[in-house]
């Protein structure tokens, strides 16, 4: 066994320990002197605090001279993170970020209140920099105290799942056209969820569209959160319609936000990298987004669904009301489609990664059904 799978193996035996005492309701423990510190963690959508957590109190088990105050990335916590931690989240259900904890510890030597000020929430990051002080505190009960705040921890990331597992919705397969445009529409105005509802919607319109009508067409990008950029992903544009070779036919940008000139620009960028890196010949985007998010400069086209385009150097962005693009989305669609597009919806919304805001709306709709 490799010295990796030996740390693997350790940290699996950790967190088993961990989750052992943190469903055993014999196990009582005096969280007095960090609750409200570890309470503040769970009153934010920003999970990566406690998801960093969870990571040094692994890194703390592994080695106790580790001290994340001062070096955090001493116990390698990407390695950890990515491979054994994520692991242990996804067989316990429990919901998790794909990077959380290092996207909000890019860049950082240690969890320090330095480090808190550039973080937000900052008053959520400053409760994980009093955390850490806590556990790192000097004297004989460190490793006492890294185990009960590692289990008050579990205990809550459990008590989270729990309470997401209740919001689950069985659906019954509908392909009403209008239905379904009301579901898309109160999604995308009452939780967009940073981008992500509108870019699943999108990508699932597309997919099942191409797919029941056997088009051939490939849909790339219904896997990816808003939050990784073109750039990240390598690829032009959130989705991309391609040929079964791989080929990119067209290139979407979907948003609730500005797509004004600072957006192109980023765009053109990630369009411009992927053209010469592939010998691809892309020169036009659609972008599908609200009509107050178009450039104020846009060459207005008259019309309701497509509203009109701008030029950047070389390239075309031609911009569709979103909402507009969705009901004629779904009305091209076949049956089959729309069923499978519904289906495709309520899988995403049902996973354990799904924002908590978007799984209660969606199961208060259909309580209104």
Request: proline residues 4%; glycine residues 6%.
């Amino acid at each position: 066994m490799s010295t990796t799978d030996e740390r693997n193996e350790r940290v699996r035996k950790i967190l088993e320990s961990l989750y052992k005492r943190a469903i055993d309701t014999g196990v009582k423990i005096d969280e007095s002197a960090y609750k409200d510190s570890l309470d503040k963690l769970f009153s934010t959508t920003a999970w990566g605090f406690r998801e960093i957590l969870l990571v040094v109190i692994i890194g703390m088990r592994l080695d106790r001279s580790f001290k994340a105050s001062t070096g955090l990335y001493d116990c390698n916590p990407r390695a950890i993170y990515e491979g054994p931690i994520k692991e242990f989240l996804i067989e316990k259900e429990i919901p998790h970020r794909k990077s959380g904890p290092l996207n909000v510890a890019k860049a950082t030597v240690g969890l320090d209140m330095t480090w808190a000020a550039q973080r937000r929430p900052s008053d959520v990051a400053e409760e994980v920099v009093n955390l850490v002080s806590f556990m790192e505190a000097d004297n004989s009960d460190t490793e006492t105290r890294v185990n009960n705040v590692g289990t008050s921890l579990l205990r809550r990331l459990i008590a989270y799942s729990n309470s997401i597992e209740a919001l689950a919705v069985t659906i019954e397969p509908t392909s009403d056209p209008e239905f379904l445009y009301r579901l898309c529409f109160e999604l995308i105005t009452k939780t967009p969820d940073a981008g992500n509802t509108p870019q699943k919607i999108a990508a699932y319109l597309l997919k099942n569209y191409h797919t029941f009508l056997h088009t051939g067409v490939v849909v790339t990008g219904e896997d990816d959160r808003a939050s990784v950029t073109s750039t990240t992903s390598k690829k032009p544009g959130d989705i991309n319609e391609e040929t079964p070779e791989g080929v990119i036919r067209k290139v979407y940008e979907i948003t609730v936000k500005h797509f004004d000139l600072a957006r192109i620009r980023d765009s053109y960028d990630c369009v411009s990298i992927y053209n010469d890196a592939n010998g691809a010949d892309i020169h036009e985007i659609i972008v599908i987004c609200r009509k107050e998010d178009c450039p104020p400069d846009i060459k207005l086209s008259g019309l309701h669904g497509y509203l009109g385009h701008y030029v950047y150097q070389d390239m075309m962005y031609y911009y569709w009301d979103i909402y507009e693009w969705i009901a004629n989305t779904l009305q091209r669609m076949t049956n089959e489609g729309r069923v499978g597009f519904y289906l495709n919806l309520n899988s995403y919304i049902d996973d354990i990664n799904t924002s908590e805001s978007v799984k209660k709306l969606w199961k208060k709709l259909h309580e209104n059904k």
